[in-house]
């Protein structure tokens, strides 16, 4: 079987062109290659052809292809939808900001957390992207937008620490000097909790921002929302969340989803700042995603939850809302898309059917 070129490191890239009798420096020069968007060895003119055939017998390069593509008339925001090698969906989308351009990217094809107020869960886990799968996403967006990216937010389709391996070793890609070389501090990671690999990452100091997906400041209700809690409950994810900040120095951002009548009370703001105790945090205050199955709601007491936070001396914002116009919440255009599929294929289906029962009965 190929080797996927582009989830090896300069290093092992150096290792492996060493092994075919190539000089060192041939690793490098496809490093750079490969991150300057080459989609075909062909490309790399530096090369010897002999060398080219070679890696083409040995490697082959991921190149995802843009299924749909959704440009935002209010913001300027665009949605990719990108089609795989295998056949299967992602979603990136690019955001403008005063501070530089971000991206957000997707881990997995799908998610099997089951949070019931996320989309990329209603579709179901298929399976974990390799390293070059969510490096394509910085790489190929950045090409085709035309304009460099300085941020990146793992908060698309899937849960970042459940694929933690390729996710690490796609950080390592990206902020290597010969590639994108985009600063560890331009990267948040955002988890609902999976508390081994927090305390993994914690380990490993990486000084990126870590996002947790808290949403309920009690078992009871973040139960309800986050079947995660049933497994690590919000004293076991809050005691992991000081123990990183023990370990990193780096302040955690709360993801907070504000809905209507289940988490957005006084007692609840009051229990979610007594979890922030001795730990400075930053809670991210997000207006609910509608969901056509769900019949949750945004809250309408947002701004009086940001205000009995701060009386807490907690730092509350509310997120910026971008590409409302187009689908831009994690995993609606893939949903959508895969409707449509749906559709096309019973339509397709049905006229089939009708052909051979035409043919049968003429």
Known sequence: MKIDIKSLSESELTVQLRELGEPAFRG?????WLHKGAVSFDEMSNLSKSLRELLKERYFI????????????????VKYLWRLRDGNCIETVFMKYRHGNSVCISTEVGCKMGCVFCASTKAGFIRRLTPSEILDQVLFTQIDAGAPISNIVLMGIGEPLDNYDNVIKFLELVNHPDGLNIGMRHISLSTCGLIEQMDRLAQSNLQLTLSVSLHAPDDATRSRLMPINR??????????CHAYFQKTKR???????MIDGMNDSNWQADLLAEHL???PGHVNLIGLNRI??????????????QKRLEQHSVTATVRRRLGTDIDAACGQLRRSAMETGKERNEVMRNENLAKNRSGRNP
């Open 28 to 32: 490098k020069q496809i490093f750079v």
């Open 62 to 77: 991921t190149v995802p292809q843009i299924e749909r593509k959704l440009v935002s008339r209010i913001d300027g925001t």
């Open 231 to 240: 497994v690590a409950n919000v004293e076991m994810l809050m005691k992991a």
């Open 251 to 257: 302040r955690i951002s709360f993801e907070y989803a």
């Open 277 to 279: 105790k001795g730990m």
């Open 292 to 305: 056509k199955e769900s019949p949750l709601q945004p809250s309408r007491r947002m701004s009086v939850f």
